[in-house]
């Protein structure tokens, strides 16, 4: 019960990653406030349901990450359902592959507003609600692999990737004084909705599993783990780290 009696937000939360935290930090404790858009409010609403059968409390809110006064509202839901918010989770976002050369503009701009715009504005109304509160909070960033390699069909998804985890070092100076621990994580090669499609090539699928040297691609439950320990006091200590969860994949340069 490391999250025991807190209260957890993570945005994108009906599917994937997002899903996966929301429900193992219900397990670990905690009451859950989900944010969600492009998926139905019946995968939202399963996801709620997951969180209830562990004898904790949740919430779906339904708003576009990318529209900055989402995030007051996000939090403002949450506030009024659980009366505080202890550990925020900027999970969201998107990947449509495509090639650079003939990237169209509305593919590049709604990637930046939804992956870096609306993390940063998620995060500062975050951040304001913890400063009212006076008892400090944990905000995690889900960043990715991605910023540290480049992608040929993802020239417009690993900059905002990058933008996360420079984010979560500047907020951690910015929030120390406060309390409030900022750290990131960077997941691998998930097998998510983003990437089903282009996971479903079996010569592609072989290859980034042979990238990894515990031999399989990691699933959304790989980073319940670690975005837990970061939200939890086990971290009291740690602000400003990037934890890489990618099976190895970074390091092996064979």
């Not at 609600?129 to 692999?145: C, D, E, F, P």
């Not at 439950?221 to 740690?238: C, K």
Request: glycine fraction near 10%; include cysteine.
């Amino acid at each position: 019960m490391l999250l025991k009696d807190k209260v957890l937000l993570i945005t994108g939360a009906s599917a994937g990653i997002g899903r996966a935290v929301a429900i193992e930090a219900a397990r670990q404790g905690a009451d859950v406030a989900i944010n969600y858009f492009d998926a139905t409010d019946a995968a939202a609403n399963d996801t709620v349901s997951a969180i209830n059968a562990t004898g904790r409390r949740g919430i779906a809110v339904k708003g576009d990450v990318a529209q900055a006064d989402s995030a007051p509202a996000f939090i403002e839901a949450a506030v009024k359902a659980f009366g505080k918010v202890d550990v925020f989770v900027s999970n969201a976002g998107i990947c449509p592959f495509h090639a650079f050369l003939d990237m169209p503009r509305e593919i590049f701009e709604r990637t930046m507003t939804v992956n870096l715009h609306g993390a940063y504005f998620m995060i500062q109304a975050a951040a304001q609600q913890m400063m009212k509160q006076g008892k400090g909070g944990s905000i995690i960033g889900v960043s990715s692999i991605s910023a540290y390699v480049g992608g040929e069909y993802q020239t417009h998804y690993t900059p905002t990737k990058a933008g996360i985890l420079s984010m979560m070092n500047s907020v951690a100076i910015a929030l120390g004084k406060h309390g409030i621990r900022c750290n990131a994580v960077l997941p691998g090669t998930i097998q998510t909705d983003i990437n089903k499609e282009d996971l479903s090539d079996p010569k592609k699928r072989a290859y980034m599993e042979g990238r990894v040297p515990l031999g399989r691609l990691g699933v959304p439950e790989d980073l319940a783990g670690p975005v837990i320990f970061l939200a939890s006091d086990m971290a009291r200590y740690v602000n400003g780290a990037a934890l890489l969860v990618d099976g190895g994949m970074f390091v092996n340069l064979q």
